[in-house]
């Protein structure tokens, strides 16, 4: 089945310091999508990337859809405390129609932040 | 702004016991979800539907049954409930035509 590759696993930061992280997958995607979750919480979605080579900020976030549409990274600039969680990369297939609406899910990066 | 509930934050019951997790949203979509997390697994799919009374089954359905009659509601059902069912359950939902899923906060159930 398809898989995505999410890295890295983990990252352990200063405050301040910009963070970079990525998902790659053998397969074609026509959504990508951004989640970070808590602990004890859902992910929450925080961009979501519908073209290939777009480039999406919410806030000190970007993310962006790669032109071969096989990955996608996501950018956090001046991180502070409150950016520590888990950080999923998504992608789907299906582009139209409810059934195919399933989401591949990347294995998550665990950030940590040093005040 | 899109809201997801789940029935409980926590969860714990006997093995053999009949489990019933409630998920509503407000926004009207057409698709809704659940999930399973586990640590070092990810999120894997249960159930899913895209209409009322349809569902469809995700990757890993055994031990689960789905119920959806009516739109703003999915209810995932533990017919029996066993000890590898201790998990973090995740709801989700979305509009069809686009794949933004909104998540639950989670119920944490645990089978003693």
């Known amino acids: 089945g398809q898989q995505l590759n999410q890295s890295p696993q983990s990252m352990f930061i200063q405050e301040g310091e910009d963070v970079s992280m990525n998902c790659t997958s053998s397969?074609?995607?026509?959504?990508w999508l951004w989640y970070k979750q808590e602990p004890g919480e859902g992910p929450v979605l925080l961009i979501a990337l519908y073209k290939a080579g777009e480039l999406t900020s919410n806030g000190r976030l970007t993310a962006q859809f790669g032109i071969t549409r096989k990955d996608s990274f996501l950018n956090i600039s001046a991180s502070i405390p409150s950016d520590v969680g888990i950080y999923f990369c998504a992608g789907q297939l299906g582009h139209y129609g409810g059934s195919q609406g399933n989401l591949i899910f990347g294995k998550g990066t665990k950030l940590s932040v040093k005040p | 702004d899109v809201k997801v509930t789940q029935s409980s934050r926590y969860l714990v019951k006997r093995t053999g016991e009949k489990v019933f997790l409630e998920c509503v949203q407000d926004?009207?979509?057409?698709?809704m979800f659940w999930y399973r997390q586990d640590p070092g697994l990810g999120l894997r799919l249960i159930y899913f539907s895209y209409d009322v009374k349809m569902k469809e089954k995700g990757d890993i359905p055994e031990g689960y049954s789905v119920s959806r009659e009516k739109k703003e509601r999915f209810s995932l059902i533990l017919e029996s409930a066993s000890t590898n069912q201790t998990s973090m359950y995740l709801c989700?939902?979305?509009?069809?035509?686009?794949?933004?899923?909104?998540f639950g906060p989670g119920t944490r159930l645990t089978v003693l």
């Open positions: 989700a939902s979305s509009l069809s035509g686009r794949g933004s899923k909104f």
């Open positions: 926004m009207d979509h057409e698709n």
């Open positions: 397969s074609i995607f026509n959504t």
